[in-house]
């Protein structure tokens, strides 16, 4: 025991003497170390205790060149504070966290190139592979760049392009506003307005088509089409001066819960009760949603199991490179609560 304690203290502990003090083989003790589901609990627990008694210390770095992979992944976004995106990135760090995976984050905050910049700093940590909500003004080409580094991308949420060769993982908007439309129709509303949405990329283009497509169903006019920055403040000032409007809208479906939270404070400064007086309708049902004063009616696009989603199409792609394209559209619910009443 003595030979294995000065071991310890000159840095010169080895594998072969962590089997041996566990009585396993040094291959079972590197996949132990690998964190391998393949070895079985008790054995995992003797191992560990003989790197603890031992004092040994694994070199991931050597490991990971001899695996070809790093067990790190990239999440680039575009706004680290939207609390959607907050929890599209728990739903993953959930999955990579047990596959034994830490995420690398950057925050876009909507410049393509400060995007380039992070994911060459990416490629260049050799992250295993990325998980990209691509900023607005993205180049179809970078998914090629990324393609030609022999990166693996997943798209989440927005898509630079949506060709058919594409891995993304995203909520049909388009079907969720098309159900929030037809939802105020059936309650009375005949002038309704899209707020929300300043910025033009994919996501927000689904959301549009589906008011048009629902609203157009009903002969219904879509002048009320307002485009402003995601924010409490612009939802409040644009649902103010489209009351200031001759024929001002009865209800509004909105680009995000933000903005929603931000009409309903729009309305309460003007003395109206969203809901009873004004129906409201945002999207993604963050937590908020349900706490709100009043609760807030909303199209869940379940941003937590993107995330899940997402998280475990790269890893798909990662064990199977030559897998095929896959992309992963989840169905809205419109949950109804008391922002969205009946038109008076």
Not at 53 to 61: A, W
Not at 157 to 175: C, E, I, N
Not at 189 to 208: M, P, Q, W
Request: aromatic content about 4%.
């Amino acid at each position: 025991m003595g030979d294995i304690t000065d071991k310890a203290r000159s840095g010169r502990v080895s594998l072969a003497d962590v089997a041996r003090e566990a009585g396993v083989s040094r291959a079972t003790a590197a996949l132990v170390l690998r964190e391998s589901p393949l070895v079985a609990a008790a054995t995992r627990d003797r191992v560990r205790k003989a790197v603890l008694d031992l004092g040994y210390i694994y070199n991931r770095g050597a490991a990971n060149l001899r695996a070809k992979r790093t067990k790190a992944v990239g999440l680039v976004i575009w706004e680290i504070d939207n609390p959607c995106l907050a929890q599209v990135s728990m739903g993953m760090d959930s999955v990579f966290d047990a596959a034994g995976y830490v995420t690398y984050l950057a925050n876009t905050v909507e410049s393509v190139d400060r995007q380039e910049r992070f994911l060459q700093r990416m490629l260049e940590q050799n992250v295993d592979g990325v998980i990209l909500c691509p900023a607005v003004g993205t180049p179809v080409g970078l998914l090629d760049t990324l393609a030609q580094w022999g990166m693996p991308y997943v798209q989440i949420l927005r898509q630079v392009s949506a060709r058919s060769g594409d891995y993304y993982v995203g909520p049909d908007y388009q079907l969720g506003v098309e159900q929030a439309t037809e939802h105020l129709i059936r309650l009375g509303h005949r002038r309704i307005a899209l707020i929300g949405g300043e910025k033009s990329h994919s996501a927000a283009v689904a959301r549009r088509t589906g008011f048009l497509a629902s609203m157009g169903r009903h002969g219904l006019a879509t002048d009320l089409i307002v485009r402003t920055p995601n924010t409490r403040e612009s939802g409040a000032e644009a649902v103010k001066a489209l009351l200031d409007l001759a024929d001002p809208p009865t209800a509004a479906i909105c680009f995000n819960d933000i903005v929603a939270f931000g009409v309903m404070v729009g309305l309460q400064q003007r003395n109206l009760r969203p809901g009873p007086d004004f129906a409201v309708i945002g999207t993604d049902d963050v937590p908020e949603a349900s706490m709100s004063f009043p609760t807030l009616s909303t199209i869940s696009t379940s941003p937590r199991q993107i995330g899940v989603e997402a998280a475990q199409l790269l890893l798909r792609r990662l064990d199977r490179p030559d897998a095929p394209p896959e992309r992963v559209i989840l169905s809205p619910r419109l949950m109804i609560r008391e922002s969205s009443g009946p038109a008076r």
